[in-house]
């Protein structure tokens, strides 16, 4: 059974840092590209991060670029979003997913076969 497992949110104050985990199981992710979306109350799914099957390319939305960084440890079959600068306006469920279409990078959440079941993240103002 294919498992995508996060962790590491929580509540934190606006320009802390919160570093997210996403645990593969069930299959070997290395060959996949590996992204984090995030949703809040009453919005659609957002595209935060991606990066590719072997870490060399990454991209993110103008409204995390800078502050996000995503990362991946093939070997640990583990994704990582590590989150600077956190703004009120970032507080959703952050879900982790997997595209097994091949070797690309992807921003859509179309694009992706697997999910997380999401962690929480909240900033306080």
């Known amino acids: 059974q294919v498992q995508l497992v996060e962790s590491g949110g929580g509540l934190v104050q606006a320009g802390g840092s919160l570093r997210l985990s996403c645990a593969a199981s069930?299959?070997?992710?290395?060959?996949?590209?590996m992204g984090w979306f995030r949703q809040a109350p009453g919005k659609e799914r957002e595209f935060v991060a991606a990066?590719?099957?072997?870490?060399?390319?990454?991209v993110y939305p103008d409204s995390v670029k800078g502050r996000f960084t995503i990362s991946r440890d093939n070997a640990k079959n583990t994704v990582y979003l590590q989150m600077n600068s956190l703004k009120p306006e970032d507080t959703a469920v952050y879900y982790c997913?997997?595209?097994?279409?091949?070797?690309?990078?992807?921003?859509?959440?179309?694009?992706?076969?697997?999910w997380g079941q999401g962690t929480q993240v909240t900033v306080s103002s």
């Open positions: 990066i590719n099957w072997s870490g060399g390319s990454t």
């Open positions: 069930g299959r070997t992710f290395s060959r996949d590209g």
């Open positions: 997913a997997a595209s097994v279409y091949g070797l690309g990078i992807y921003s859509k959440s179309s694009d992706y076969n697997y």
